[in-house]
């Protein structure tokens, strides 16, 4: 693990930290009570879907797969993103906006195809890439509503919410090299069972990126859109601490990585652009 890398995934955090909470007050900002609490709660929604992307992150950690089948998953994810990102492309050109189920599907796809190859990349210690594919989806994330009028923004929140992800697998598909270093975590001395390595990473998923959720949802349910908007809004000044805490958790991984800690007992590994 190269002292530049590991500078670089800690700066990228911080930054995609800051930037995810931009996001959300930019939206707060511009859109009406009941369009900010219908986009709150999809946000609660999609983020229940997404869990089972930071579990896919976790496993990846504890499965290095060999140097030939990561190229070859590298390039499957981007090619899958570019065709996601071609289609979507051309349904909005034509005037059209997506369906939020079907936004939701393509969250969940290029969050799980994203945070597997992030887990792989993480245990090769390959930080930098790492970093600047964390960087591009906060970027992409927060910068592509504006490409909307002010008083129209509101699908430029779903989609760009939808398309991050994608962008971060064409970053590291152009970031990653011909050749990557052996995985830094090879021994399986001691390693739990199959089942341990799933429950416990789907624990920790659950803890870092659904519960933070839940508020949201039973506002949602219990509450009209106006309400669940209002209560958002007053909510966003506790999301700093969500934010500023997850950011600083994410310090620590690079040290856990190098010391060898088993992928279950990693704190700090759930990337921020998961838990925006």
Known sequence: ???RGAFAFLVANVLAGVLNYLFQVHAATV?????????????????????VATVAQFLS?????AERSLFSLVRSCAAVAL?????ITAWQAGGRVLDPGVLT????????????VVGQLQARLQLGAVALSLFAVAVTRCALPFAWAKAARGPGF??????SALVGLLVILAVVGRSVPTPALRSREGAPSLHLRLWRPLLLALAAVALPTLDVLAVSATSDAATTGSYMRMALAARIIFFGG?????????????????????????????AG
């Open 61 to 65: 950690l504890d499965f290095p797969l």
């Open 83 to 87: 065709v996601l990102l071609a289609g």
């Open 105 to 116: 599907a393509v969250v969940v796809v290029g969050n799980v195809l994203f945070f597997a």
């Open 158 to 163: 779903y989609l760009s919410h939808a398309v």
């Open 246 to 274: 997850a950011s600083a958790l994410q310090t620590i991984l690079p040290y856990q990585l190098h010391a060898g800690i088993p992928g279950w007992r990693r704190l700090g590994s759930c990337a921020l652009p998961n």
């Open 31 to 51: 859109l009406d009570a009941a369009s900010f609490g219908l986009l709150s709660a999809w946000f609660a929604r999609v983020t229940i879907f997404t869990t």
């Open 1 to 3: 693990m190269s002292g």
